[in-house]
Every structure is written in C-alpha cells, then in structure tokens.
C-alpha cells in the first residue's frame, strides 16, 4: 500500500524559511515523478511543484517559483520542498503526491499524502 | 491557456445517480484528466483517469459505482447508487509540458 507522510508543517513569519520532508513506502520511489501540491483551508487544490523520477526534470508554479525548491533523496525514499521568502499567501496544507509516471510530463496524481499544514504570519 | 472549468455546487438524493462535469478550455478537447474525492476534513483521494475516448483507469479501491466518460472537451464523473460518504469535493486534474492544473472543484451533497 502506497504511504506519503508528510511533515515540518507550522507557523513561521513572513520572509522566514521552512522545509517540509515527504516519507515515501509501499513502492519503488525511484521509479516515479512526485509532486506537492497545497490547498488553503476551505478553496481548492493548487499545484506547486514537480520532480521526475530522476531529478531531471523539475518544474513550479509561477507563484513558487524563485523562492521553493523541490529535491528528492532515494536512499531515504523522501520528498522535499524547501521554501523560502515566506509569504503570508503561502499558508496552506501541502501535501505530497505521487505521480503515475516516472516524468512529470504524463502527470496524472494517483496517490496522495495527508497533508501538513504550513501558517506563514506575524 | 489550459483551464478545467466544473460546476461549484451539486446535490442529488440518497441512492440516486449524480454526473458531475469537468470542461477543457478551447484547443484542449483531446486531454485526459483524472478524477480526485476530497471528503470532508480529509487528504485527496483519485478516482479515475478519464481519456478522451472515454475509457478509464480506476485506482485500487474504487467502487463500480464509479464511472467516467467524455464527450468533446467535457469529461464526466457518474456516482450512482449515491451514499452518504460520497458527500466530498470533487476535483478534476490533468496536465500539460510538466505542470499540472485542477479545476475549481464541485462539492456534492447527498440529500
């Protein structure tokens, strides 16, 4: 059974930094392109960012870009997404996915995380 | 620019039928989407794959209550036999050179 925890979610002030990690089990990881995507409570799913199987291709949302990076680690089967420049609409519940495929130009999502939730204010 | 536009809203009883309809932005009819259940205080969960000529991958687990079909650049969710669980947001997904997009979402209520 496929398994995405995420983790390092919390409340960090506008302009700080703050990384979150994505434990990935229950399939081979270097086999496929994985992706986070983030909702703020109550609106709709927003895509962020995504990584192919081997780190050879990587792409961001506009409102990301510049500011987050995405990077995976196979020995360790985890995700990540380091952020910074923080903004107070950067506030969301991010969570990790994986993608069906081992580039991230078929993307389609078949497996999701359940989320940690990152608060960016003063 | 590709865009995914679904309706906000649905409502259809218990045990009833509901289709739920996901529309590619024009130059995009030929695009498969996926099909995501968000219920309530929970994480994204997919459905189903829906090509453009209809046929359908489903994700492990996925009740044959479940369907997906297409017409043009409209894609389609069909839930019948409606329970009370099936109550979620909806969302459709597809994607494009490296980035994915999602419509807006449709919540669904069973009455």
């Known amino acids: 059974e496929v398994q995405l925890v995420e983790s390092g979610g919390g409340l960090v002030q506008p302009g700080r930094s703050l990384r979150l990690s994505c434990a990935a089990s229950?399939?081979?990881?270097?086999?496929?392109?994985m992706h986070w995507v983030r909702q703020v409570p109550g609106k709709g799913l927003e895509w962020v960012s995504g990584?192919?199987?081997?780190?050879?291709?990587?792409a961001y949302a506009v409102s990301v870009k510049g500011r987050f990076t995405i990077s995976r680690d196979s020995a360790k089967n985890s995700l990540y997404l380091q952020m910074n420049s923080l903004r107070a609409e950067d506030t969301a519940l991010y969570y990790c996915?994986?993608?069906?495929?081992?580039?991230?130009?078929?993307?389609?999502?078949?497996?999701w995380g359940q989320g940690t939730l990152v608060t960016v204010s003063s | 620019q590709l865009v995914l536009t679904q309706s906000p809203s649905a409502s259809a009883s218990l045990g009833a039928s509901v289709k739920l309809t996901c529309s590619l932005s024009?130059?995009?009819?030929?695009?498969?989407i996926a099909w995501h259940q968000q219920q309530p205080e929970k994480g994204p969960r997919y459905l189903m794959k829906?090509?453009?000529?209809?046929?359908?991958s489903k994700g492990d687990g996925i009740p044959d209550r479940f369907s997906g079909s297409s017409s043009g650049a409209e894609r389609y969710l069909t839930i019948s036999s409606l329970q009370s669980e099936d109550e979620a947001d909806y969302y459709c997904?597809?994607?494009?050179?490296?980035?994915?997009?999602f419509g807006g979402g449709t919540k669904l209520t069973v009455l």
């Open positions: 829906v090509n453009s000529d209809g046929s359908q």
């Open positions: 024009s130059g995009h009819s030929t695009y498969a």
């Open positions: 997904q597809t994607w494009d050179t490296g980035i994915l997009v």
């Open positions: 990584i192919s199987w081997n780190s050879g291709q990587i």
């Open positions: 996915a994986k993608e069906n495929s081992y580039d991230i130009t078929t993307g389609y999502i078949d497996s």
């Open positions: 229950g399939f081979t990881f270097d086999d496929y392109a």
